[in-house]
């Protein structure tokens, strides 16, 4: 498991806001810095007006304004970002698209309430020591590396105290 004192950033991404909540406070109680949002449009919103860097994006496959692949696609060409993507419950042929899908690290299911949180969290945790290795964003084969901007450095993150 990664350490505490380790300021990893994770975007958690879903439409049943009891799902966020738990897994939230589950990611925090073991030192990331976690911000949550509700579906597709919320997480390029974050992306885009924070100017954020994720270490580690966990998503819903399945969400209600959008495909959680392709999400999990745009954010790794776009910031090198590693991802989990959380399946529903019998959705077989969902979680073979999504293990198939270059852009998705690590598939798991989707827990079936707040209680599941826990082992979930735990799961992510155990699997984000082993992601958390730089993946290349993607460049269009039309750009050189040299007219590409520079990235802008990741902020300095501590994670929360814990008393």
């Not at 309430?113 to 964003?137: D, F, K």
Request: charged share 20%; glycine share 6%; aromatic share 4%.
């Amino acid at each position: 498991m990664i350490p505490a004192t380790t300021p990893y950033r994770v975007l958690l991404v879903d439409d049943r806001p009891e799902s966020l909540s738990g897994l939230r406070v589950q990611l925090e109680l073991r030192g990331y810095r976690v911000d949550s949002v509700e579906g597709v449009l919320y997480a390029m919103w974050a992306v885009n007006a924070s100017h954020r860097v994720y270490d580690l994006v966990v998503c819903a496959v399945e969400l209600a304004d959008g495909d959680g692949i392709e999400l999990m696609t745009r954010l790794r060409d776009r910031m090198g970002v590693r991802t989990v993507g959380l399946t529903r419950p019998g959705a077989d042929t969902v979680a073979r698209r999504a293990a198939a899908s270059p852009a998705v690290d690590l598939v798991l299911p989707h827990p079936a309430g707040a209680r599941a949180n826990e082992p979930l969290c735990q799961t992510i945790c155990e699997a984000a020591s082993n992601l958390m290795r730089p993946v290349q964003p993607r460049v269009s084969p039309s750009s050189s590396s040299s007219s590409r901007p520079a990235s802008p450095p990741a902020p300095t993150i501590h994670p929360p105290s814990v008393a």
